[in-house]
Each structure stands twice: as C-alpha cells, then as structure tokens.
C-alpha cells in the first residue's frame, strides 16, 4: 500500500511537471499575447514614426495591382524616395521617383527626371501614405478583424510576434493599391516596442503583397532632384 502511494504521487508530480512545460513551449498560443491588445498597442507606437525604410513586393498574378515592387525612404510629412517597378500609363516603368512638396519626380533607365502632377501617381500607388496615420499601416493595424496572435518569431534578425486577421478593402487599400476586396492579412510586430516590421496581404488568388519597415526614425534627406 505504501509503495502503491509512493507510485501513485510519483506520477501526479511527474504529470504536473509535464503540464507545467507544455505551457511555456516556444509558439504555444497560450503563452502568447492577445492579438487586439498587440494591434492596438502597434497602432499607437507606428503613428509615432517619423520615417522609415520601405520595401514593397507584389507575388503572383495581381493583374489590378499597378505595383510591382517599390522600396527607399519616407517621412511622415508625406515625401518619399526610392525605387518602382510598375504600369505606368499602360506601359511597364522602372526606375526611380521622389515625392516631396506635393510634386513626383520620376526618371527611368535613361534621361533626367521627369516632373508629374503628384495625383497622377498617388491614384496608383502613394509610399507616402505608409505612415500617414489616416490611411497607412497605423489605420489597417486599429482596423484588423478577430486577430489571433499565431507565433513569436524572427524576422531579419528582430524577435516578433505573428498576428493575423482580417482587413476591409476599403481600409487596406490605402497601404496596397489596387485591392478590391477584403482580405487576410498578418503582422510581424517587434516584440520589445510593438512596432511593425512587416505586413503581408494575401489576396483572394492566393497572391501576396508584402510591406516591410526598417531603420525607424534614422535621419533621411528628401529634396527636389536637381
């Protein structure tokens, strides 16, 4: 009897014990923090931004995305520099643009830069709008639907949290021109500041338009070409 009582509590601590590892396993949904909390906590840290590099990457067939791929630097007062893979007036461009005062500045393979009306590329695609807390990552982050925390994991060397949902299209246009439907979209939010490292939307066809940030609020100069 004794050692029946020796067994029988041996197993229960040795059960407990186990119980108790389970629920610090690394990805365990239970040890991971709440997605709402995590997006609202996002949404706040990103409207203070001030500039950021970005990259853009379309995968897949998106016929109704004019963007192919697009990175360089931008500023919350709404100017930008980099380089675009589009359809620019029917035609495939590449090559660079810089957004600043309301007025783009596009120049392709060969030639100078060339002066366009600014809404002439904003109705196609506005890296400017990435940080503008009225249309960019901070609306879509406060407006995702039913998110759900998935995993804690690395992305380009920053520890994040996976958070996925579920975006209107009227709201998610904004920061990937060209949807037009609601779509799922997850997050990759650094785990020490809340702060987005990458945004991946996944359209209806299976394709993908990825946004990533990095080097937050490093000083960048955006001017007028000369």
Not at 137 to 165: F, M, R
């Amino acid at each position: 009897m004794v050692v029946r009582r020796i067994l029988l509590g041996t197993l229960a601590l040795v059960t407990a014990v186990a119980t108790g590892c389970s629920n610090d396993k690394p990805g365990d949904q239970g040890s991971l923090p709440d997605g709402t909390t995590l997006l609202k906590d996002s949404a706040a840290a990103t409207k203070d931004i001030k500039t950021a590099h970005f990259a853009l990457t379309a995968n897949g067939e998106i016929p109704s995305i004019p963007v192919h791929s697009a990175e360089g630097d931008l500023s919350r007062e709404g100017a930008a520099k980099g380089t675009i893979n589009m359809t620019l007036l029917g035609n495939l461009f590449e090559g660079e643009f810089v957004l600043v005062n309301g007025t783009i500045y596009i120049k392709g393979a060969t030639g100078g830069y060339q002066q366009l009306p600014a809404a002439l590329i904003s109705n196609l695609y506005d890296p400017a709008a990435i940080l503008n807390a009225d249309r960019g990552i901070a609306k879509v982050l406060g407006s995702v639907q039913n998110p759900k925390t998935q995993a804690k994991e690395t992305v380009d060397g920053i520890s994040a949290y996976k958070v996925s949902g579920r975006v209107a299209k009227d709201v998610v246009s904004g920061l990937v021109p060209g949807v037009d439907s609601d779509v799922d979209i997850t997050f990759w939010l650094r785990e020490d500041n809340k702060q987005p490292v990458k945004a991946s939307v996944k359209l209806p066809n299976s394709a993908t338009v990825d946004v990533t940030l990095s080097n937050v609020d490093k000083p960048v100069s955006i001017t007028p070409p000369v």
